[in-house]
């Protein structure tokens, strides 16, 4: 079993920028992309950003320009920096990995969420 740990949100103000990180623990053979999605009260969950195995990456219009997204292979981790933060940018982050365990059994797991929270 595969288990994503997310750190780093918190409250920030109007402008100001924030890292979230995500490391991913288990039988993992291999990832193949992680992510980032939000979910804003009384809203949908949506995605935020997201990078394969091979460095590509993709962004929701909201965050592009704003918010980048890397990541490490040992250990898996995938970090979001997320600069000129926005109201609108509050909302639970969580972390998204998808890959192989170590005995090939492909995964699709998500962290618990972290809080981010910008307001003056």
């Known amino acids: 079993q595969v288990q994503l740990v997310e750190s780093g949100g918190g409250l920030v103000q109007p402008g100001g920028s924030l890292t979230l990180s995500c490391e991913a623990s288990g039988t993992i053979y291999s990832v193949v992309a992680m992510g980032w999605y939000r979910q804003a009260p009384e809203k949908e969950r949506e995605l935020v950003a997201t990078v394969t195995s091979g460095g590509s990456t993709n962004y929701a219009d909201a965050v592009k320009g704003r918010f980048t997204i890397s990541k490490d292979y040992i250990p898996n981790t995938v970090y979001l920096q997320m600069n000129s933060l926005k109201p609108e940018d509050t909302a639970v982050y969580y972390c998204?990995?998808?890959?192989?365990?170590?005995?090939?059994?492909?995964?699709?797991?998500w962290g618990q969420g972290t809080q981010v929270t910008v307001s003056s």
């Open positions: 998204n990995a998808r890959g192989y365990e170590a005995n090939m059994t492909p995964f699709d797991s």
